[in-house]
């Protein structure tokens, strides 16, 4: 039987962490910048942690 694929979507927008959680970059931070507060901005710059379901999901994918 052949071996399973990575997912590449999930694999190039998600990253793992030493500890084995995911974490990504949020969205709305490319264009459109003027009307959105500064501090919005800087909150968009870091990478969060997926929450626990999505964690769950997304490393089925990825660890095939």
Do not use: D
């Not at 399973?4 to 910048?33: D, M, P």
């Not at 968009?44 to 997304?58: E, G």
């Amino acid at each position: 039987m052949p071996k399973q694929k990575t997912h590449k979507g999930i694999a190039k927008r998600v990253k793992t962490t030493g500890s084995g959680k995911l974490k990504h970059h949020k969205g709305f931070h490319s264009h459109i910048l003027t009307k959105k507060s500064g501090n919005r901005k800087r909150n968009l710059r870091q990478a969060k942690l997926l929450s626990k379901p999505y964690q769950k999901k997304y490393k089925k994918l990825l660890h095939r």
